[in-house]
């Protein structure tokens, strides 16, 4: 899949784990890690605001684009 979630590097950043991250956001540790892991086939806009919130960063630094 061309599109890369780079959660984690965001949350090395900020100094967070997937628990506490999970928590602030509203979504299950399992669902964060779906998400965190590229195999998530989706995500919600609300759940993608929770995180740059949460995150303090804006979409772009959570989504890449790499062509194949």
């Known amino acids: ?5 780079n959660i984690d590097v965001m949350m090395a950043r900020r100094k967070m784990s997937a628990g ?3 928590e602030r956001i509203g979504i299950t540790p399992a669902n964060l890690s779906i998400l965190k892991n590229n195999k998530a086939k989706a995500i919600r806009f609300s759940t993608l605001e929770a995180l740059c919130r949460a995150l303090d960063c804006k979409p772009a630094d959570l989504l890449d684009y790499l062509e194949e």
């Open 20 to 22: 506490e991250l999970a």
């Open 1 to 5: 899949m061309p599109i890369v979630v």
